[in-house]
């Protein structure tokens, strides 16, 4: 969890071996048990089976998505996020989908902001061409919750170069040196 | 059109008590609380009533059951099923996720609140002490008659002095901020927002994401109805002098520090338009004492600390979906009031507020896992809410000021959660649709 404030050093790159159920002990979020913070922060793993036929429906998404970030750069802010993936793969004949995500949140903390924002932004649409995902998830954050977490494949490792670090810290970071550069030009 | 005939005061109303008693209760058999729950029905007061003459009543009744309540009183096995989960598993059952450990388990509860025995709650507000021994002694007959309905215990309310506002224990003004439900007739007060749609409080009808969804079964008992989420938190007063006076050497230091903690001066006064000195006129006045938002008026939190109890449990414009987020709070406080300057009597006292929301999991234990226990909300690192966080004197506590901010560390506990409990309330025609359960079936 976030608490583990002292041990984490960002000089340090650190790796973790995370047991097979996702966490080590149990920790009670408000929809089951959390899952822990690793040198490459909080993620996911979520990979589902996708309906047939919808392959082209899923990497259509991906340009709108593209184009709703363009007009509105902060749209994902609540997220936390660094960095999120999506993969189209075969496994024999089925086309699977998997969508990974590093972020700074325990993703269940803010679970229904982020079910909002799905709605929101059409992300939710994507997870409709997925098999089982739930019809009334807009109106039953735990259903969705459930899908989410029936889907998710904890890692068994994660490792993180300057790790712990939050993306807020990353770019506090670059906006000081923009701002500690521009003084020295200042001083020429 | 809000059912205002229908639905329960206290989801509505602010009474004018100054005392007033809960009684927790355990319905020994179905016919026993049945019977009870039909006498009683008859004193609760809707939010109709109550809006037509609130200053000729005396005594303000609200009732309302635990899930386990409910199955005690006969509902069927199909509605019970219907109820959110959080709110059949119990508050007890919940108690890591909310907090709850240490001297905050259920395990140290007083009054029985943890056990699954408990049914129900009567919620008395009375205008003073001998309305409420009037209505104490109507209740004890009223009991004596439903053979079957045991009280597993009482609190007895007391406003604390001086009475000519409402403020805590530890001396801070109280009820200045609070959501106004659309419908309700009620203007927010500048600054309070929007009227919020009703489903976000009252069950049947649409919340801010649409109608009404995965309502309690069958409808009759769940529209005009609603959750409250009970706490008993004890405050400890001489602790939470001690710790002002060991980090502040003036008593002008000593009250910003407790305004720091709280996001508010003692007065009231919201440290957003008050930043450095005190200003009582603008705390005990609603049409300025809520007026601010923190991301233009605040963003560093050099007036309000980002970790403040008042910071966290609204951030208003700082926060995502904040509208599905937002808390009715009543109650009171309980106990005598510590005399400024006398060593702490070991005297429990406190506050015993219940939340009220449509939806708990949503709501109050969103606010109680992330707004008030995540250490690392607003990126604060090593922080919980300095009042009621779960403290075990590790955690800090972070005041930005310039040029450098300042650090309490070990931040005491000022409170402890001495019981709680989840109840649903229903609207009247529920109580009564409760209270006939069995008739004709036979
Ligand atoms: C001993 C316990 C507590 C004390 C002393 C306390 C004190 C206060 C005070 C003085 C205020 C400012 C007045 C106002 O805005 O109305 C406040 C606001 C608030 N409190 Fe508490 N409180 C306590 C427990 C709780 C609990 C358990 C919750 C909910 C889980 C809660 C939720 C809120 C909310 C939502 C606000 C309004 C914030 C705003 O809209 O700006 N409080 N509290």
Redesign the pocket.
């Known amino acids: 969890m976030s608490d583990a404030t002292k041990k984490e050093d960002w000089t340090k790159p650190a790796a973790m071996a995370i047991p097979k159920e996702g966490y080590f002990k149990v920790e009670q979020g408000r929809y089951g048990p959390t899952f822990p913070k690793t040198p490459a922060n909080y993620g996911f793993t979520i990979i589902a089976k996708i309906k047939p036929g919808r392959e082209a429906a899923i990497r259509e998404y991906g340009k709108k998505i593209e184009q709703t970030i363009r007009d509105l750069p902060d749209g994902l802010a609540v997220l936390k996020l660094h960095y999120l993936r999506w993969v189209l793969f075969d496994i024999g004949k089925d086309t699977h989908f998997m969508y990974q995500g590093i972020f700074d949140t325990d993703f269940d903390k803010y679970t229904e902001d982020a079910v909002a924002l799905f709605g929101k932004y059409g992300i939710n649409t994507v997870f409709e061409n997925l098999e089982g995902f739930p019809e009334d998830w807009k109106t039953n954050a735990q259903s969705f919750v459930k899908f989410v977490r029936e889907h998710q494949r904890p890692s068994f490792l994660e490792y993180g170069e300057y790790p712990y670090v939050s993306a807020e810290e990353i770019k506090k970071a670059l906006r000081l040196k923009a701002a500690f550069s521009d003084a020295l030009d200042q001083m020429q | 059109m809000l059912e205002f005939d229908d639905i329960q005061h206290i989801l509505i109303t602010r009474v004018p008590a100054l005392t007033g008693r809960y009684e927790f209760l355990s319905f020994k058999s179905a016919a026993a609380g049945r019977d009870w729950l039909a006498a009683i029905s008859e004193k609760v007061q809707s939010a109709a009533q109550v809006r037509a003459g609130p200053t000729q009543d005396a005594r303000w009744v609200t009732v309302a059951c635990t899930w386990n309540g409910l199955r005690a009183l006969g509902l069927d096995e199909k509605s019970l099923a219907s109820f959110p989960e959080e709110f059949k598993q119990g508050m007890a059952a919940r108690a890591e996720m909310l907090g709850d450990t240490g001297p905050n388990a259920p395990a140290q509860w007083a009054g029985g609140l943890a056990s699954t025995d408990l049914h129900a709650i009567a919620i008395l507000f009375a205008k003073d002490a001998a309305e409420r021994g009037r209505c104490q002694a109507e209740h004890e007959k009223l009991l004596a008659k439903a053979k079957g309905v045991e009280v597993l215990s009482s609190l007895d309310l007391e406003a604390t002095p001086p009475f000519d506002y409402a403020?805590?224990?530890?001396g801070?003004?109280?009820?200045?901020?609070?959501?106004v439900i659309e419908g309700s007739g009620e203007e927010p007060t500048p600054g309070?927002g929007a009227p919020l749609k009703p489903g976000e409080f009252i069950l049947g009808y649409p919340d801010e994401d649409g109608p009404p969804a995965n309502q309690p079964q069958p409808a009759v008992l769940s529209k005009n109805g609603s959750y409250m989420?009970y706490?008993r938190?004890?405050?400890h007063v001489g602790k939470f002098r001690d710790f002002l006076r060991e980090h502040g050497k003036t008593p002008e230091e000593q009250e910003l520090l407790a305004a720091k903690l709280?996001?508010?001066w003692?007065s009231?006064a919201?440290l957003v338009l008050a930043p450095d000195k005190d200003d009582p006129a603008l705390g005990a006045d609603p049409k300025r004492n809520?007026d601010f938002n923190y991301k233009e008026m605040d963003p560093h939190g050099y007036a309000v600390p980002l970790g403040s109890?008042?910071?966290r449990?609204?951030p208003?414009d700082t926060a995502a979906n904040i509208n599905r987020r937002?808390?009715i709070?009543r109650g009171a406080t309980y106990g005598p009031p510590l005399p400024e300057g006398a060593p702490d009597d070991g005297v429990e006292r406190?506050?015993a507020?219940f939340?009220i929301c449509a939806s708990l999991v949503r709501q109050?234990e969103f606010?109680?896992n992330v707004?008030?226990n995540d250490r690392n909300f607003h990126e604060l690192g090593n922080e919980r809410?300095p009042?009621?966080g779960t403290q075990d004197g590790t955690l800090e506590f972070k005041i930005p000021k310039r040029p450098v901010r300042r650090k309490i560390t070990g931040l005491p506990a000022?409170?402890t959660v001495r019981g709680g409990a989840y109840f649903f309330l229903p609207g009247l025609k529920a109580l009564r649709y409760l209270a006939s359960l069995g008739k004709g079936a036979a």
């Open positions: 403020h805590d224990h530890f801070y003004r109280d009820r200045l901020s609070q959501p309070s989420a706490r938190l004890e405050e709280m996001g508010r003692r009231g919201p809520n109890h008042i910071r449990m609204n208003r937002r808390m709070r406190g506050i507020a939340v109050f606010a109680q707004w008030i809410d009042i009621i000022f409170t």
